[in-house]
């Protein structure tokens, strides 16, 4: 089990006519050629019967994009000019449960597998696929997916891809954001699809809401031509919002010029694990400790400088099995102080590894899950686009070993590891 933590539209279009009465001296009142088209307003301030107080619009994405979406004055709507451009909303939330729409004004692009509409985390949000469960996308075609290999469901894999209703201009597409559970669901014109329910917590896409994932931004995805807008709530929305969620724009704090003030992309703190590590990339997490056995989960992608070496001492002297994870093979050492209590040691990757240990520690070496699935990496918490499947690998030494994590930490190339007793 990963763990997881409770944590208007309406452009005024303003036709600004100018001239005179017919009876003015020294105006000319015939031939005056074409009426000038009125610049553009700004959002207007949420409806009165509105629950939001404050103005929320999109913001261009440019990382991963062809250049910056072009914005509408009021900022809710996104018109690509490239192949593949990104906007995604000013301001974000961490836990509670919320709701908003987007409008498809238009969908001319050819880039159909990045015409998209979801959420996800400000890391994520230039990948129009593989977002590692820490984003939600309905694509055009109809495809709903969460995770790299199209799954909805973390660690289901590819059977848990979700084909819904492909959506097209006209469309509105509503997302229910259950950031509360961990879930996304998509209505295409009201009808919530892949019959899902945010109500009764039912379907739905899984994400990632543990400490350490990062706040969650509504995002658009757009290919050259396309227009979308959208309606975090200062408006009315076309569809019903599922009781229990609240406009994606409610309880934002407003700055002087009444504009949702972004509380930020980085979410809740992962309390770091008890481990010291000889890497730069290294990032951990602790869980709160159920008594039982500790599980404590140590992840590499490979050893680079010095050989496929790598060393972990363990002084913690609480009760506990220790699992080593890479991709590539690695000679793993591992020695511990007087005192500690490792009741053994898993190795798990997508290669076969050894590993030199203190005398009587079993030691057990595993590679493909019960379905006959290899086990993927994990060394980013908590997790990370490109191939990177902490949760699967979370889950996979979990049901190896009947122990729920204690602690989880990994980098890319770790030369060495201490696990610590809690400070």
């Not at 906007?87 to 015409?115: I, N, P």
């Not at 290294?282 to 599980?295: C, H, I, M, N, Q």
Request: glycine letters at 14%; a negative charge; hydrophobic letters at 35%.
């Amino acid at each position: 089990m990963i763990h997881r933590v409770l944590f208007s539209f309406g452009l005024l279009a303003a036709f600004l006519g100018s001239g005179c009465s017919a009876g003015e001296p020294g105006v000319d009142t015939t031939g005056a050629g074409p009426e000038e088209t009125p610049p553009e307003t700004e959002q207007p301030p949420p409806d009165p019967g509105s629950s939001v107080s404050c103005k929320l619009g999109l913001l261009a994405h440019e990382e991963g994009s062809d250049g910056e979406v072009e914005l509408s004055k009021d900022g809710l709507t996104a018109t690509a000019s490239a192949r593949v451009q990104i906007a995604r909303a000013a301001a974000s939330h961490v836990g509670g449960r919320w709701y908003y729409e987007v409008t498809v004004d238009s969908l001319l692009g050819d880039a159909s597998w990045a015409q998209s509409v979801g959420a996800s985390v400000e890391e994520v949000a230039f990948t129009a696929g593989d977002t590692a469960y820490m984003g939600a996308l309905y694509n055009t075609t109809g495809t709903i997916a969460s995770g790299g290999d199209g799954s909805t469901v973390i660690g289901g894999g590819a059977e848990s891809a979700v084909q819904a209703e492909p959506f097209s201009t006209g469309d509105v597409i509503g997302v229910a954001l259950d950031l509360d559970a961990g879930r996304v669901y998509f209505s295409k014109n009201g009808v919530w699809a892949d019959a899902s329910d945010p109500e009764a917590g039912k379907g739905g896409a899984e994400i990632l809401v543990v400490p350490g994932t990062g706040a969650y931004y509504p995002v658009l995805y757009l290919s050259e031509g396309d227009v979308m807008t959208a309606n975090f709530g200062a408006s009315e929305f076309a569809g019903s919002v599922p009781e229990g969620f609240l406009p994606f724009a409610e309880d934002l704090e407003a700055d002087d010029e009444g504009s949702c003030i972004d509380p930020g992309p980085a979410g809740l703190p992962a309390p770091p694990a008890p481990v010291e590590a000889a890497c730069e990339d290294f990032s951990s997490y602790k869980a709160e400790p159920d008594g039982t056995t500790e599980l404590h989960i140590l992840g590499i992608y490979e050893r680079g400088e010095g050989g496929p070496k790598a060393a972990v001492h363990v002084s913690r002297t609480t009760e506990m099995v220790l699992a080593l994870s890479s991709y590539s093979f690695t000679q793993w050492t591992v020695t511990v102080d007087p005192g500690a209590q490792l009741q053994g040691i898993v190795l798990v990757g997508h290669e076969p590894s050894r590993v030199t240990a203190p005398s009587g520690i079993p030691i057990s070496t595993i590679i493909y899950n019960e379905d006959g699935s290899r086990i993927e990496p994990g060394y980013t918490w908590p997790n990370a686009p490109g191939g990177i499947d902490t949760p699967d690998l979370i889950r996979s030494v979990e049901e190896i070993t009947g122990l729920t994590m204690t602690s989880f930490g990994g980098c890319f190339d770790g030369a060495s590891f201490t696990v610590v007793d809690d400070q």
